[in-house]
């Protein structure tokens, strides 16, 4: 039987990255594509930090309708694109790139993905809960946005280089006024500070694969169950935070839906639509049994 998945009709978009051979959004896309009954096929492509301006214009040559951007080309990218949004520019990254007809737009949906996420995986929310971000780096900040825009009392910044956790603190009361607190990973008041937050959420990568025995906080950390810990890590599903939070009773998620969700953003603003919520549902459901199968 042939296969005509594929023709002269099919629109592309793709992922770019260095490495992308892991990368699940080609099995988010395709299946979201194919829920949604549109014509687009999404390719996973490698891109040296040196070609990234050759792959740009290749791209938009090609006629794509657009690129997700991940690491490490997430800041590099802004320079290459005609229109940044409100969000990109405050986060200083661009995620999503949509090639129009007028130029290229840069898009950040970390942020969007991250809270529909929350939302949907603990059932709770931000408003005037104590919050502590694990974490200084390009997730951590736009997550930071997004937390203190969804009402926030007080968000504390944890990180191994406290500069970095100044830093960012710095950038978001800029921008939103709110006073956030940083705070040194290696400091005295560390434990005291995660144990009587409302929320934790881990933006490093440690407990990532394969680094999974280690833990972004002590070993002996005791959690109460009245928190909810999010960690933005997929790769286990289960790190060993998560683990010890759950030992304790708490909420936990981990960080799979704010890659669906951050990927639903992106192909709303490729296709100009809103993915209905039975599908995002659906597709999520579906990655949890993708990533469960595959052994992760
Ligand atoms: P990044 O910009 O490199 O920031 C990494 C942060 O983690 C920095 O604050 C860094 O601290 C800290 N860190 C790194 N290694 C550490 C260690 N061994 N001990 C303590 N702290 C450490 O990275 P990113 O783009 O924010 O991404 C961070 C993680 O989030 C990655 O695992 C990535 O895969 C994941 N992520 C997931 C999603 C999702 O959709 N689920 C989306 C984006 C990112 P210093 O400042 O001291 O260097």
Redesign the pocket.
Known sequence: MTDDRITGKTRLAAVIGNPVEHSISPQLHNTLSRYMGTDLAYIPVKVEKEMLDTAVQGFCAMGFVGVNV??PH?KEIVSFVDRVSDEAQLVG?V?TIKICRHGIEGYNT?GE??VR?FREDTGSSFGNKTVVI?????????IAFSVVREGAANVIIL???L???EQLCTAVSKVTGAALKPVA?CSAERKDVIGTCDIVI?????G?YP?TE?M?VDVDMAFSSSQTVYD???NPPRTRLLQKAENCGCMTA?????????GIAAYEIWMDIIVPGQICTRLYDDLKKYMLNKGF
Not at 134 to 142: C, E, F, V
């Open positions: 991940t690491i997430k990254a995620n970390d993905g991250f996420s694990l974490g200084a780096g390009g997730a951590a900040r736009s990180n191994r280089t500069s970095k956790a990973a881990n933006t490093t990568p440690v990532m680094d280690n972004p933005i890590i997929y981990n960080g799979l839906g704010m890659l669906v969700y951050q």
